[in-house]
DNA sequence: GCACCCTTTCTACAGCTGTAGAAGCGGCAT
DNA sequence: ATGCCGCTTCTACAGCTGTAGAAAGGGTGC
Protein backbone atom coordinates (compact mmCIF):
# COMPACT_ATOMS: atom_id res chain seq x y z
CA UNK A 1 0.00 0.00 0.00
CA UNK A 2 1.36 3.30 -0.81
CA UNK A 3 0.91 5.61 2.34
CA UNK A 4 -0.66 9.17 1.56
CA UNK A 5 2.68 10.69 2.48
CA UNK A 6 4.30 9.42 -0.29
CA UNK A 7 1.34 10.52 -2.87
CA UNK A 8 1.65 13.91 -1.47
CA UNK A 9 4.84 14.44 -1.41
CA UNK A 10 5.28 12.73 -4.97
CA UNK A 11 2.64 14.99 -6.09
CA UNK A 12 5.23 17.76 -4.57
CA UNK A 13 7.98 16.29 -6.23
CA UNK A 14 6.80 16.48 -10.10
CA UNK A 15 5.56 20.28 -8.83
CA UNK A 16 8.63 21.75 -8.16
CA UNK A 17 10.23 19.73 -11.23
CA UNK A 18 7.66 21.43 -13.33
CA UNK A 19 6.73 24.78 -12.37
CA UNK A 20 9.64 25.22 -9.57
CA UNK A 21 9.17 26.19 -6.17
CA UNK A 22 7.22 28.63 -6.65
CA UNK A 23 4.38 26.16 -7.81
CA UNK A 24 4.46 24.21 -4.53
CA UNK A 25 1.37 25.13 -3.11
CA UNK A 26 -1.17 22.89 -0.41
CA UNK A 27 -3.79 23.56 -2.45
CA UNK A 28 -1.56 22.88 -5.71
CA UNK A 29 -0.39 19.77 -4.05
CA UNK A 30 -3.94 18.20 -3.83
CA UNK A 31 -4.89 19.17 -7.34
CA UNK A 32 -2.13 17.25 -8.92
CA UNK A 33 -2.19 14.19 -6.45
CA UNK A 34 -6.74 14.43 -6.97
CA UNK A 35 -6.84 14.57 -3.44
CA UNK A 36 -9.72 16.96 -1.79
CA UNK A 37 -8.81 20.05 -0.93
CA UNK A 38 -6.97 20.57 2.25
CA UNK A 39 -5.30 17.34 2.25
CA UNK A 40 -1.70 18.78 1.67
CA UNK A 41 -2.63 21.71 4.41
CA UNK A 42 -3.53 18.93 7.20
CA UNK A 43 -0.71 16.23 6.61
CA UNK A 44 1.81 19.61 6.59
CA UNK A 45 0.19 22.61 8.42
CA UNK A 46 3.29 24.73 7.37
CA UNK A 47 4.78 25.06 4.02
CA UNK A 48 7.94 24.66 5.81
CA UNK A 49 7.09 21.13 6.32
CA UNK A 50 5.44 20.42 3.18
CA UNK A 51 9.45 21.07 1.58
CA UNK A 52 11.15 19.39 4.22
CA UNK A 53 9.14 16.33 3.69
CA UNK A 54 9.19 16.64 0.26
CA UNK A 55 12.85 16.68 0.69
CA UNK A 56 12.73 13.99 3.02
CA UNK A 57 11.20 12.18 0.12
CA UNK A 58 13.87 12.76 -2.45
CA UNK A 59 16.27 11.34 0.09
CA UNK A 60 14.41 8.29 1.17
CA UNK A 61 13.95 7.86 -2.71
CA UNK A 62 17.60 7.98 -2.90
CA UNK A 63 18.52 5.43 0.10
CA UNK A 64 16.11 2.73 -1.98
CA UNK A 65 17.70 3.40 -4.87
CA UNK A 66 20.71 2.35 -2.89
CA UNK A 67 19.43 -0.86 -1.60
CA UNK A 68 17.83 -1.83 -4.93
CA UNK A 69 21.69 -1.26 -6.50
CA UNK A 70 22.37 -4.16 -4.60
CA UNK A 71 19.81 -6.70 -5.84
CA UNK A 72 20.44 -7.59 -9.42
CA UNK A 73 16.71 -6.01 -10.37
CA UNK A 74 17.80 -3.97 -13.56
CA UNK A 75 14.16 -3.89 -14.77
CA UNK A 76 13.82 -1.19 -12.01
CA UNK A 77 15.80 1.64 -12.83
CA UNK A 78 18.41 2.56 -10.31
CA UNK A 79 19.54 6.05 -9.73
CA UNK A 80 22.94 5.41 -8.12
CA UNK A 81 25.40 3.97 -8.80
CA UNK A 82 25.41 -0.07 -8.92
CA UNK A 83 29.88 -0.43 -9.38
CA UNK A 84 31.89 -2.49 -6.98
CA UNK A 85 33.65 -0.22 -5.15
CA UNK A 86 36.68 -2.06 -5.55
CA UNK A 87 36.27 -2.27 -9.75
CA UNK A 88 39.77 -0.29 -10.76
CA UNK A 89 38.57 -0.16 -14.51
CA UNK A 90 38.35 3.09 -15.05
CA UNK A 91 36.71 2.82 -18.32
CA UNK A 92 33.93 0.77 -17.02
CA UNK A 93 33.11 2.44 -13.80
CA UNK A 94 32.96 5.71 -16.81
CA UNK A 95 30.61 3.84 -18.34
CA UNK A 96 28.36 3.19 -16.06
CA UNK A 97 27.95 6.64 -14.29
CA UNK A 98 27.24 7.77 -18.41
CA UNK A 99 24.60 5.25 -18.29
CA UNK A 100 23.47 6.44 -14.46
CA UNK A 101 23.88 10.20 -16.02
CA UNK A 102 21.60 9.37 -19.47
CA UNK A 103 18.83 7.89 -16.76
CA UNK A 104 18.62 10.83 -14.72
CA UNK A 105 18.28 12.62 -17.37
CA UNK A 106 15.06 10.36 -18.69
CA UNK A 107 13.46 8.38 -16.11
CA UNK A 108 14.61 10.20 -13.98
CA UNK A 109 14.30 13.85 -15.00
CA UNK A 110 11.59 14.99 -12.77
CA UNK A 111 13.60 13.66 -10.07
CA UNK A 112 16.72 15.26 -10.64
CA UNK A 113 14.99 18.81 -11.63
CA UNK A 114 13.54 18.99 -8.08
CA UNK A 115 16.85 17.85 -6.33
CA UNK A 116 18.73 20.91 -7.89
CA UNK A 117 15.76 22.85 -7.04
CA UNK A 118 15.97 22.17 -3.51
CA UNK A 119 19.87 22.26 -3.68
CA UNK A 120 19.44 25.92 -4.85
CA UNK A 121 16.29 26.48 -1.80
CA UNK A 122 18.99 24.79 0.52
CA UNK A 123 20.97 28.11 0.40
CA UNK A 124 18.51 30.14 2.14
CA UNK A 125 17.48 27.05 4.52
CA UNK A 126 20.36 25.22 5.51
CA UNK A 127 18.36 22.27 7.26
CA UNK A 128 17.32 21.00 4.21
CA UNK A 129 20.95 20.81 3.25
CA UNK A 130 21.36 18.27 5.93
CA UNK A 131 18.12 16.26 5.13
CA UNK A 132 18.34 15.41 1.82
CA UNK A 133 22.31 14.62 2.09
CA UNK A 134 23.14 15.91 -1.82
CA UNK A 135 25.69 13.58 -3.00
CA UNK A 136 26.85 12.28 0.13
CA UNK A 137 26.70 8.54 -1.14
CA UNK A 138 28.40 9.29 -4.69
CA UNK A 139 30.98 11.32 -2.28
CA UNK A 140 31.71 8.21 -0.25
CA UNK A 141 31.85 6.26 -3.57
CA UNK A 142 33.84 8.52 -5.56
CA UNK A 143 36.28 8.83 -2.93
CA UNK A 144 36.63 4.88 -2.11
CA UNK A 145 36.98 4.38 -5.81
CA UNK A 146 39.73 6.82 -6.62
CA UNK A 147 41.84 6.07 -3.92
CA UNK A 148 41.80 2.32 -5.14
CA UNK A 149 42.73 3.70 -8.52
CA UNK A 150 45.63 5.23 -6.64
CA UNK A 151 45.13 9.13 -6.45
CA UNK A 152 47.35 10.78 -4.56
CA UNK A 153 44.17 12.95 -2.44
CA UNK A 154 41.52 10.68 -3.47
CA UNK A 155 39.25 12.96 -0.83
CA UNK A 156 39.62 16.17 -2.62
CA UNK A 157 39.82 14.16 -5.92
CA UNK A 158 36.72 12.42 -5.09
CA UNK A 159 34.61 15.85 -4.62
CA UNK A 160 36.09 17.14 -7.54
CA UNK A 161 34.57 14.46 -9.06
CA UNK A 162 31.00 14.31 -7.98
CA UNK A 163 31.33 18.08 -8.40
CA UNK A 164 31.95 17.54 -12.11
CA UNK A 165 29.90 15.17 -12.84
CA UNK A 166 26.70 17.20 -11.56
CA UNK A 167 27.51 19.92 -13.61
CA UNK A 168 27.79 17.60 -16.47
CA UNK A 169 24.23 16.44 -15.64
CA UNK A 170 22.83 19.98 -14.61
CA UNK A 171 24.01 21.61 -17.80
CA UNK A 172 22.01 18.82 -19.60
CA UNK A 173 18.99 18.97 -17.86
CA UNK A 174 18.81 22.56 -17.73
CA UNK A 175 21.84 24.57 -18.91
CA UNK A 176 22.84 25.33 -22.68
CA UNK A 177 23.43 21.26 -23.28
CA UNK A 178 20.18 20.59 -23.07
CA UNK A 179 20.17 22.23 -26.30
CA UNK A 180 23.77 21.56 -28.01
CA UNK A 181 24.04 17.82 -26.57
CA UNK A 182 22.81 15.13 -28.17
CA UNK A 183 18.94 14.33 -26.99
CA UNK A 184 19.16 12.21 -23.65
CA UNK A 185 18.10 8.51 -24.24
CA UNK A 186 20.22 7.69 -26.79
CA UNK A 187 23.14 5.91 -27.67
CA UNK A 188 25.35 8.83 -28.57
CA UNK A 189 24.25 10.33 -25.26
CA UNK A 190 25.83 7.85 -23.32
CA UNK A 191 28.89 7.77 -25.48
CA UNK A 192 29.15 11.29 -25.00
CA UNK A 193 28.47 11.11 -21.68
CA UNK A 194 31.10 8.18 -20.72
CA UNK A 195 33.66 10.18 -22.77
CA UNK A 196 33.32 13.29 -20.44
CA UNK A 197 33.46 10.99 -17.49
CA UNK A 198 36.00 8.98 -18.74
CA UNK A 199 38.29 11.68 -19.42
CA UNK A 200 37.14 13.41 -16.03
CA UNK A 201 38.41 9.93 -14.67
CA UNK A 202 41.97 9.40 -15.62
CA UNK A 203 42.78 12.84 -15.16
CA UNK A 204 41.46 12.54 -10.99
CA UNK A 205 42.96 9.21 -10.53
CA UNK A 206 46.12 10.03 -10.07
CA UNK B 1 23.47 58.50 -13.81
CA UNK B 2 21.76 55.04 -12.77
CA UNK B 3 18.51 54.11 -14.25
CA UNK B 4 15.85 53.09 -12.69
CA UNK B 5 15.43 50.24 -14.91
CA UNK B 6 19.47 49.24 -13.71
CA UNK B 7 18.05 49.83 -9.86
CA UNK B 8 15.10 47.98 -10.26
CA UNK B 9 16.82 44.92 -12.05
CA UNK B 10 19.36 44.90 -9.48
CA UNK B 11 17.50 44.53 -7.04
CA UNK B 12 15.46 42.05 -8.28
CA UNK B 13 18.63 39.59 -8.75
CA UNK B 14 19.91 40.65 -4.67
CA UNK B 15 16.36 39.47 -3.99
CA UNK B 16 16.56 36.06 -6.18
CA UNK B 17 19.50 35.34 -4.75
CA UNK B 18 18.38 36.02 -0.98
CA UNK B 19 15.05 34.48 -1.09
CA UNK B 20 15.03 32.84 -4.81
CA UNK B 21 12.34 33.25 -7.17
CA UNK B 22 9.57 33.07 -4.55
CA UNK B 23 10.71 36.15 -2.86
CA UNK B 24 10.54 37.98 -6.36
CA UNK B 25 7.13 39.82 -6.32
CA UNK B 26 7.22 43.38 -7.57
CA UNK B 27 6.60 45.30 -3.90
CA UNK B 28 9.33 42.80 -2.74
CA UNK B 29 11.47 44.88 -5.01
CA UNK B 30 10.20 48.23 -4.44
CA UNK B 31 10.84 47.61 -0.72
CA UNK B 32 14.01 46.15 -1.74
CA UNK B 33 14.91 49.65 -4.01
CA UNK B 34 13.86 51.57 -1.49
CA UNK B 35 11.64 52.79 -3.82
CA UNK B 36 7.75 54.01 -3.57
CA UNK B 37 5.60 51.19 -3.71
CA UNK B 38 3.82 50.50 -7.24
CA UNK B 39 6.84 51.17 -9.09
CA UNK B 40 8.14 47.76 -10.00
CA UNK B 41 4.75 47.19 -11.32
CA UNK B 42 4.81 50.43 -13.28
CA UNK B 43 7.86 49.70 -15.19
CA UNK B 44 7.01 45.97 -15.50
CA UNK B 45 3.55 45.31 -15.84
CA UNK B 46 3.57 41.43 -15.66
CA UNK B 47 5.51 39.42 -13.43
CA UNK B 48 6.89 37.72 -16.76
CA UNK B 49 8.08 41.09 -17.80
CA UNK B 50 9.75 41.29 -14.76
CA UNK B 51 12.04 38.04 -15.05
CA UNK B 52 13.11 38.63 -18.28
CA UNK B 53 13.98 42.18 -17.42
CA UNK B 54 16.08 40.61 -15.02
CA UNK B 55 17.02 37.94 -16.97
CA UNK B 56 18.63 40.38 -19.27
CA UNK B 57 19.85 42.67 -16.64
CA UNK B 58 21.81 39.76 -15.98
CA UNK B 59 22.95 39.11 -19.70
CA UNK B 60 24.07 42.73 -19.53
CA UNK B 61 26.20 42.44 -16.83
CA UNK B 62 28.39 39.85 -18.46
CA UNK B 63 28.47 41.70 -21.41
CA UNK B 64 29.96 44.56 -19.38
CA UNK B 65 32.44 42.07 -18.14
CA UNK B 66 33.42 40.72 -21.03
CA UNK B 67 34.29 44.33 -21.97
CA UNK B 68 36.20 44.79 -18.90
CA UNK B 69 38.12 42.17 -19.43
CA UNK B 70 39.42 43.77 -22.55
CA UNK B 71 40.89 46.63 -20.47
CA UNK B 72 43.23 46.78 -17.82
CA UNK B 73 40.90 47.40 -15.24
CA UNK B 74 41.78 45.41 -12.24
CA UNK B 75 40.50 47.67 -9.24
CA UNK B 76 37.50 46.37 -11.03
CA UNK B 77 36.66 42.80 -10.50
CA UNK B 78 35.61 40.57 -13.77
CA UNK B 79 33.77 37.90 -13.55
CA UNK B 80 34.69 37.29 -17.19
CA UNK B 81 38.04 35.41 -18.19
CA UNK B 82 40.91 38.09 -19.56
CA UNK B 83 42.91 35.11 -20.81
CA UNK B 84 44.16 35.17 -24.58
CA UNK B 85 42.54 32.93 -26.77
CA UNK B 86 45.61 31.96 -28.38
CA UNK B 87 47.21 30.61 -24.45
CA UNK B 88 48.26 27.07 -24.31
CA UNK B 89 50.19 27.52 -21.54
CA UNK B 90 47.25 25.21 -19.55
CA UNK B 91 49.11 25.62 -16.18
CA UNK B 92 48.08 29.32 -16.33
CA UNK B 93 44.96 29.33 -17.49
CA UNK B 94 43.82 26.74 -14.83
CA UNK B 95 45.14 28.86 -12.53
CA UNK B 96 43.81 31.98 -13.65
CA UNK B 97 40.05 29.86 -14.23
CA UNK B 98 40.61 29.11 -10.59
CA UNK B 99 40.48 32.75 -9.49
CA UNK B 100 37.94 33.87 -11.45
CA UNK B 101 35.93 30.72 -9.66
CA UNK B 102 36.95 32.37 -6.36
CA UNK B 103 35.82 35.58 -7.26
CA UNK B 104 32.47 34.36 -8.04
CA UNK B 105 31.94 32.37 -4.71
CA UNK B 106 33.14 35.76 -3.01
CA UNK B 107 32.08 39.20 -4.70
CA UNK B 108 29.75 37.72 -7.73
CA UNK B 109 28.04 35.37 -5.01
CA UNK B 110 24.96 36.94 -5.31
CA UNK B 111 24.97 36.87 -8.93
CA UNK B 112 25.85 33.64 -9.66
CA UNK B 113 23.04 32.68 -7.01
CA UNK B 114 20.10 34.52 -8.95
CA UNK B 115 21.87 33.00 -12.29
CA UNK B 116 21.44 29.61 -11.40
CA UNK B 117 17.97 30.29 -10.06
CA UNK B 118 17.24 31.69 -13.59
CA UNK B 119 18.73 28.69 -15.18
CA UNK B 120 16.11 26.27 -13.96
CA UNK B 121 13.50 28.28 -14.34
CA UNK B 122 14.76 28.51 -18.12
CA UNK B 123 13.90 25.28 -17.99
CA UNK B 124 9.93 25.84 -17.73
CA UNK B 125 10.34 28.96 -19.41
CA UNK B 126 12.29 28.38 -22.30
CA UNK B 127 12.47 31.94 -24.34
CA UNK B 128 14.55 32.82 -21.04
CA UNK B 129 17.46 30.75 -21.60
CA UNK B 130 17.82 32.58 -25.09
CA UNK B 131 17.74 35.94 -23.44
CA UNK B 132 20.53 34.61 -20.83
CA UNK B 133 23.04 32.80 -22.59
CA UNK B 134 24.34 31.15 -19.96
CA UNK B 135 27.99 30.27 -20.76
CA UNK B 136 27.80 31.14 -24.63
CA UNK B 137 31.08 32.83 -24.26
CA UNK B 138 33.23 30.70 -22.09
CA UNK B 139 31.99 27.92 -24.17
CA UNK B 140 33.41 30.02 -26.84
CA UNK B 141 36.62 30.60 -25.47
CA UNK B 142 36.65 27.35 -24.38
CA UNK B 143 36.20 25.66 -27.83
CA UNK B 144 39.03 28.01 -28.85
CA UNK B 145 41.66 27.21 -26.12
CA UNK B 146 41.33 24.04 -26.45
CA UNK B 147 41.96 24.16 -30.33
CA UNK B 148 44.56 25.53 -29.91
CA UNK B 149 46.14 23.56 -27.30
CA UNK B 150 45.25 20.24 -29.59
CA UNK B 151 42.51 18.83 -28.75
CA UNK B 152 40.84 15.96 -31.30
CA UNK B 153 36.85 17.21 -31.20
CA UNK B 154 37.43 20.60 -28.81
CA UNK B 155 33.77 21.67 -29.52
CA UNK B 156 32.51 18.77 -27.62
CA UNK B 157 35.56 19.24 -24.95
CA UNK B 158 35.06 22.67 -24.59
CA UNK B 159 31.17 22.01 -23.66
CA UNK B 160 32.20 19.50 -21.41
CA UNK B 161 34.85 22.15 -19.70
CA UNK B 162 32.19 24.75 -19.28
CA UNK B 163 29.72 22.21 -17.87
CA UNK B 164 32.24 21.19 -15.31
CA UNK B 165 33.85 24.01 -13.94
CA UNK B 166 29.82 24.77 -14.04
CA UNK B 167 29.76 22.45 -11.75
CA UNK B 168 32.49 22.99 -9.19
CA UNK B 169 31.13 26.63 -9.00
CA UNK B 170 27.67 25.13 -8.36
CA UNK B 171 29.08 22.75 -5.62
CA UNK B 172 30.78 25.35 -3.59
CA UNK B 173 27.84 28.09 -4.04
CA UNK B 174 24.78 25.77 -2.91
CA UNK B 175 26.17 22.23 -2.50
CA UNK B 176 27.74 19.85 -0.13
CA UNK B 177 31.20 21.95 -1.46
CA UNK B 178 29.90 25.06 0.33
CA UNK B 179 30.87 22.94 3.72
CA UNK B 180 33.55 20.55 2.72
CA UNK B 181 35.52 23.01 0.48
CA UNK B 182 38.33 25.34 1.49
CA UNK B 183 36.08 28.97 2.41
CA UNK B 184 35.43 31.12 -0.73
CA UNK B 185 37.66 34.28 -0.60
CA UNK B 186 41.05 32.52 0.47
CA UNK B 187 44.04 31.18 -1.33
CA UNK B 188 43.50 27.37 -0.47
CA UNK B 189 40.43 27.29 -1.83
CA UNK B 190 41.67 29.15 -5.31
CA UNK B 191 44.48 26.45 -5.14
CA UNK B 192 41.68 23.62 -4.84
CA UNK B 193 39.58 24.96 -7.46
CA UNK B 194 42.91 25.48 -10.11
CA UNK B 195 44.37 22.27 -9.03
CA UNK B 196 40.51 20.72 -10.31
CA UNK B 197 40.25 22.94 -13.35
CA UNK B 198 44.26 21.64 -14.29
CA UNK B 199 43.50 18.27 -13.88
CA UNK B 200 39.96 18.88 -16.54
CA UNK B 201 41.88 20.87 -19.32
CA UNK B 202 45.19 18.37 -19.00
CA UNK B 203 42.05 15.46 -19.62
CA UNK B 204 40.17 17.43 -22.00
CA UNK B 205 42.96 19.06 -24.69
CA UNK B 206 43.67 15.66 -26.11
C1' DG C 1 -26.08 0.75 21.53
C1' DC C 2 -22.63 4.39 22.51
C1' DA C 3 -18.68 6.95 23.87
C1' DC C 4 -14.06 7.63 22.22
C1' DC C 5 -10.37 8.57 19.20
C1' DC C 6 -8.06 9.12 14.96
C1' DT C 7 -8.25 10.23 10.25
C1' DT C 8 -10.18 12.82 6.76
C1' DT C 9 -12.71 16.61 4.79
C1' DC C 10 -14.57 21.24 4.81
C1' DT C 11 -14.65 26.09 5.80
C1' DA C 12 -12.96 30.61 7.38
C1' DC C 13 -10.01 34.34 7.17
C1' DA C 14 -6.25 37.47 7.15
C1' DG C 15 -2.58 38.73 4.36
C1' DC C 16 -0.11 38.79 0.03
C1' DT C 17 0.31 39.01 -5.17
C1' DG C 18 -0.55 40.29 -9.90
C1' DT C 19 -2.49 43.57 -12.56
C1' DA C 20 -4.66 47.70 -14.10
C1' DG C 21 -6.47 52.13 -13.98
C1' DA C 22 -6.65 56.87 -11.78
C1' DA C 23 -4.43 60.72 -9.96
C1' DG C 24 -0.52 63.79 -9.47
C1' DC C 25 3.43 66.31 -11.16
C1' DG C 26 7.00 68.43 -13.90
C1' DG C 27 8.61 70.28 -18.08
C1' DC C 28 8.25 71.76 -22.94
C1' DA C 29 6.31 73.86 -26.90
C1' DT C 30 2.96 76.91 -28.15
C1' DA D 1 -0.30 80.93 -18.99
C1' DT D 2 -2.04 77.14 -21.03
C1' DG D 3 -2.59 72.82 -22.78
C1' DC D 4 -0.24 68.60 -23.56
C1' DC D 5 2.71 64.56 -22.62
C1' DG D 6 5.56 61.53 -20.30
C1' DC D 7 7.04 59.87 -15.95
C1' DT D 8 5.87 58.80 -11.36
C1' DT D 9 3.01 57.66 -7.51
C1' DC D 10 -1.24 56.01 -5.46
C1' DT D 11 -5.24 53.12 -5.07
C1' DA D 12 -8.45 49.35 -6.13
C1' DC D 13 -9.58 44.75 -6.52
C1' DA D 14 -9.99 39.98 -7.66
C1' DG D 15 -7.71 35.85 -6.84
C1' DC D 16 -4.41 33.01 -4.46
C1' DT D 17 -1.78 31.33 -0.29
C1' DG D 18 -0.76 29.97 4.39
C1' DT D 19 -2.75 28.59 8.36
C1' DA D 20 -5.98 27.07 11.73
C1' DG D 21 -10.07 25.49 13.56
C1' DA D 22 -14.68 23.10 12.91
C1' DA D 23 -17.27 19.37 11.13
C1' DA D 24 -17.84 14.73 9.39
C1' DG D 25 -16.75 9.82 9.14
C1' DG D 26 -15.52 5.36 10.60
C1' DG D 27 -13.59 1.96 13.29
C1' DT D 28 -12.65 -0.08 18.18
C1' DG D 29 -13.62 -1.45 22.76
C1' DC D 30 -16.98 -1.20 26.25
Same mark, same amino acid.
Do not use: I, V, Y
Given at each position: MVTRYAVITDAAIALVAE? +??? +? %?THRAVDARAALPTGTTSAYYRTRKALIEALVQRLADLDAADLQAG @? %? =??? @?VPAYAPSMP %??? &??LDAIAAATGALLDRWLTDGRTRALARYACVLEATHHPELRDILGHGTAARAQARAMLAAAGATDPQRAGDHFVACVDGLLFDRLAGAGAL &??? =? =? +?TARNRADLTAAVRALLHALAR
Open positions: Q +GMR +G %L @D %L =PAD @D %LSD &TD &TAP =P =P +G
